[in-house]
Nanobody, 120 residues
Framework: QVHLVESGGGLVQVGGSLRLSCAAS????????MGWYRQAPGKQRELVAV???????NYADSVKGRFTISEDNAKNTVYLQMNSLKPEDSAVYYC??????????????WGPGTQVTVSS
């Protein structure tokens, strides 16, 4: 069993910054990728950023240059540094990880989500 726990969400003013963290725990043998999705009310869940085991990253166009994803492999933790926040960044942010945790095969796990609200 693998669990993901996010932290760091909250209320911030336009132009402010937040840092989200997500720690994966359990019988983890290997992690192929970790990332962040977000979902605003009435909208579909969308990819924000992903980081793969080799260190490559991808970002949604809407956050490029403002958000930075990073990881601490020793801690099975991924971070999302969010700068220059805008009201349209307000959403529930979900951590996700592609994990090999025997006896289960590779599968994607999700955290419960953390709310980010950007006030204007």
């Amino acid at each position: 069993q693998v669990h993901l726990v996010e932290s760091g969400g909250g209320l911030v003013q336009v132009g402010g910054s937040l840092r989200l963290s997500c720690a994966a725990s359990g019988s983890i043998f290997s992690i192929n990728a970790m990332g962040w999705y977000r979902q605003a009310p009435g909208k579909q869940r969308e990819l924000v950023a992903v980081i793969r085991s080799g260190g490559s990253t991808n970002y949604a166009d809407s956050v490029k240059g403002r958000f930075t994803i990073s990881e601490d492999n020793a801690k099975n933790t991924v971070y999302l540094q969010m700068n220059s926040l805008k009201p349209e960044d307000s959403a529930v942010y979900y951590c996700t990880a592609e994990v090999l945790a025997p006896p289960d095969p590779w599968r994607v796990y999700w955290g419960p989500g953390t709310q980010v609200t950007v006030s204007s």
